[in-house]
């Protein structure tokens, strides 16, 4: 009996997982625009009790989270800017460094300067043949991206406005003896979605913190203002840490004249944001939602197999919403104790 309801739950995962891998062009928007939709929900009944029109009370909390996003786009903008005016110094100081290091090369490990041409030639060759894959899956991302854009903002506010119908469309597939519970589940879970923005404003602020100091410690000039702008434009996933890291390297390299400092700054960021997927962010998200740090990191791995960096993302609010309403029912109370 016990390997048969091994086999079926086993069954229905594999099912469920490979539905979230066929349809996830269509789940990962929809998914976060459910969770927007819950962070906006108390906004828009606040702007509602103060006599705002609805689908105005719909409009305004989205048009701002747009704003904070455009905000976002700006400051990487204005960042790539600043390092478009630099580039000519950086290729003035790359040139010595480069010649000095090919010496070093040289005398130390006896690689002449031609052979270190060739090898250089051959790399070159050998990755450029991948140039086109590479440009493919940009122009694929990008493209998703923009889509996303457009669409979210749409079911948002489609999930607002029909939100009365989905949660009597929901709490029907419950046994009429559990719907009061059902309607008390997703009530907590629009709170705890309340929780889960704290957690990640905590989760920003401590690798804010933890990045200025370090930039602090190498002597680095306005450590905390690019602490604190690389940790919020880790937002935009890989291209903000990336491009919001390279102009303190710069900078530093420019000023120094030196690789020291601009290597360390990239080990300090390194470290950070490793401890920040590791550690910092599945203890102090999973605290806020009450997940235990060994689910939290379980399933953000888990998500970013399935999903890739939005699976890493909307995980840690699913297995929330699933430990809720697993508490108000007796047959699930042990999986919600085991993740909380």
């Known amino acids: 009996m016990n390997l048969n309801r091994l086999f079926q739950v086993s069954i229905i995962a594999a099912i469920f997982i490979g539905a979230l ?14 969770f927007i939709s819950f962070v906006l929900y108390p906004i828009m009944m606040r702007l509602i009790k103060l006599g705002t029109p609805e689908f105005l009370a719909i409009l305004i909390p989205i048009l701002l989270t747009g704003a904070v996003f455009f905000i976002l786009v700006l400051l990487l903008s204005y960042e ?19 010649h000095d290091l090919q010496h070093q090369l040289e005398d130390r490990f006896n690689w002449s300067i031609d052979a270190q041409f060739d090898w250089l030639r051959r790399a070159v060759e050998k990755y450029s043949t991948n140039v086109g894959e590479l440009l493919k899956d940009i122009i694929h991302a990008s493209s998703t991206m923009l889509i996303y854009l457009v669409i979210i903002p749409i079911y948002t506010y489609l999930i607002l406005a029909y939100r009365q119908k989905l949660v009597r469309f929901i709490i029907s597939f419950f046994p009429a003896s559990r719907r009061d519970e059902a309607g008390v589940a997703l009530y907590e879970t629009i709170h705890m ?35 604190i702008l690389t940790a919020v434009m880790t937002i935009i996933p890989y291209l903000g840490i990336i491009v919001s890291s390279l102009l303190p390297i710069s900078i530093s390299w420019i000023s120094s004249g030196s690789m020291v400092q601009p290597v360390g700054i990239v080990v ?18 999973g605290k806020q939602i009450n997940l235990n740090t060994l689910v939290s990191l379980i399933a953000i791995f888990a998500g970013g197999i399935i999903w890739g960096v939005s699976g890493m993302i909307l995980i840690l609010p699913m297995v929330a919403i699933f430990r809720i309403f697993a508490s108000h029912f007796e047959g699930l109370k042990n999986w919600s104790e085991f993740l909380s």
């Open 268 to 285: 300090v960021f390194a470290i950070v944001q490793y401890l920040e997927a590791n550690l910092i962010f599945p203890y102090v998200v």
């Open 80 to 98: 790539l800017s600043m390092l478009d005016e630099r580039w000519a110094q950086l290729q003035i100081s790359a040139i010595p460094w480069l």
């Open 193 to 227: 979605f309340t929780a889960f923005i704290k957690g990640m404003v905590m989760v920003y602020l401590i690798v804010g913190i933890l990045n200025s100091l370090g930039l602090l410690m190498l002597g680095v000039s306005n450590p905390f203002f690019y602490g």
């Open 21 to 34: 891998l066929f349809f996830k062009s269509l789940l990962i928007p929809l998914a976060y625009a459910v």
